[in-house]
């Protein structure tokens, strides 16, 4: 009995540590994706000094917060973390799209 309680908390485990790494994985290319488009827009014209500069504060607020939050549970994002920076990088391509589609060119 004990060694199949076992064999379901290492299975459990090893389950959990390879969706945060899928999640991890996600986050990181979402956010590589995010600075390709900003220097798209920066080499196209699409964007303004200053809107480059307020996207790429933005971006860094984002970082900071993710750093706090893996920092508050040992390098882990819980469920509810994952969420709020997901809701934060969906409003930052929002501004991406919108200060690259807007009339104002370099």
Same mark, same amino acid.
């Given at each position: 009995?004990?060694?199949?309680?076992?064999?379901?908390?290492?299975?459990?485990?090893?389950?959990?540590?390879?969706?945060?790494?899928?999640?991890?994985?996600?986050?990181?290319?979402?956010?590589?994706?995010?600075?390709?488009?900003?220097?798209? #827009?920066?080499?196209? /014209?699409? !964007? &303004?000094?200053?809107?480059?500069?307020? =996207?790429?504060? *933005?971006?860094?607020?984002?970082? $900071?917060?993710?750093?706090?939050?893996? #920092?508050?549970?040992? /390098?882990? !994002? &819980?469920?509810?973390?994952?969420?709020? =920076?997901?809701? *934060?990088?969906?409003?930052?391509? $929002?501004?991406?799209?919108?200060?690259?589609?807007?009339?104002?060119?370099?």
């Amino acid at each position: 009995m004990k060694f199949s309680k076992l064999v379901v908390i290492a299975t459990l485990s090893l389950t959990t540590a390879a969706l945060s790494a899928q999640t991890n994985k996600r986050i990181n290319e979402r956010k590589e994706n995010q600075q390709d488009r900003i220097a798209q #827009g920066v080499k196209s /014209g699409q !964007l &303004t000094a200053g809107e480059t500069a307020h =996207l790429e504060k *933005q971006e860094a607020a984002v970082n $900071r917060e993710e750093k706090a939050m893996r #920092g508050q549970d040992n /390098g882990h !994002l &819980t469920k509810t973390d994952r969420k709020l =920076l997901n809701q *934060q990088q969906n409003q930052e391509s $929002r501004r991406i799209y919108r200060d690259k589609h807007n009339s104002r060119v370099q």
